[in-house]
């Protein structure tokens, strides 16, 4: 779609729907993910897929670019991350831990890390650039839908299925803020380019004050913030 609403390119692909899609920093390509366990790399100007990516065993669920638009993350009901060449769609790093699904990705401003939400509940973090055991961040008591790091890269902001924003120490693993106003699943959370401020949706939007951990705005009937 266009910003007035129009709709500009169509890609047909996935033969079981898809669920999750990504831009590349240069707005040449868009990756998408699906329940047929494929990525799909597509031109965003003529609509035409470059090539698809098999290697996931379950449903992707979660798919995204690399800040540099080098590389693709992906996250599976497999339990695994998987990291990608979007040159040539070979698969570079295999990073496991999750159990019970994962259910988002996404990687941290420099491209050195990665972060997956589960359905066990965590949120683990990997460096890359080591492939070591990740990370854990512990504390939600329901499956994590949604995970972002704020522009440094020193947090992350997660959301669960009970509607509970979490935003973590990345460092440390502990969380800063436990943030607990939503009735209804989170479908989207992300940071403000500074970094002060949290948005949040499910159903609605929420503002949060993300140093102090304070809701500041609400608007109703939204699902998915950017």
């Known amino acids: 779609w266009d910003l007035t609403g129009q709709e500009t390119l169509t890609l047909e692909g996935h033969s079981q729907g898809g669920l999750s899609v990504a831009v590349n920093p240069s707005s040449t390509r868009?990756?998408?993910a699906g329940r047929d366990r494929?990525?799909?790399l597509w031109n965003a100007v003529t609509g035409q897929k470059i090539f698809t990516i098999r290697g996931h065993r379950g449903r992707v669920t979660s798919v995204t670019f690399s800040p540099d638009g080098k590389q693709i993350l992906s996250g599976s009901f497999d339990d695994t991350v998987k990291l990608w060449s979007a040159h040539t769609g070979k698969a570079i790093s295999t990073f496991r831990g999750n159990t019970r699904g994962v259910l988002a990705v996404a990687f941290s401003p420099d491209g050195k890390r990665v972060a997956s939400a589960g359905g066990d509940t965590t949120v683990r973090v990997w460096d890359i650039r080591k492939s070591r055991k990740?990370?854990?961040?512990r504390g939600d008591r329901q499956p994590v839908m949604r995970v972002?790091?704020?522009?440094?890269?020193?947090?992350i902001v997660s959301g669960?299925?009970?509607g509970t924003v979490r935003?973590?120490?990345?460092?440390t693993g502990r969380p800063i803020h436990i943030l607990k106003r939503h009735k209804r699943t989170i479908g989207d959370v992300v940071f403000s380019p500074d970094g002060n401020r949290v948005a949040s949706?499910?159903?609605e939007i929420k503002l949060w004050d993300a140093k102090r951990g304070r809701g500041t705005m609400t608007w109703k009937?939204?699902?998915a913030v950017e």
Not at 134 to 137: G, H, V
Not at 167 to 171: F, N, Y
């Open 38 to 40: 494929t990525i799909q």
């Open 134 to 137: 990740p990370r854990i961040l």
């Open 201 to 203: 949706a499910a159903g």
């Open 148 to 155: 972002s790091f704020s522009p440094d890269g020193e947090r």
């Open 167 to 171: 935003i973590w120490d990345v460092a």
């Open 30 to 32: 868009v990756v998408s």
């Open 160 to 162: 669960s299925i009970d």
């Open 221 to 223: 009937g939204q699902g």
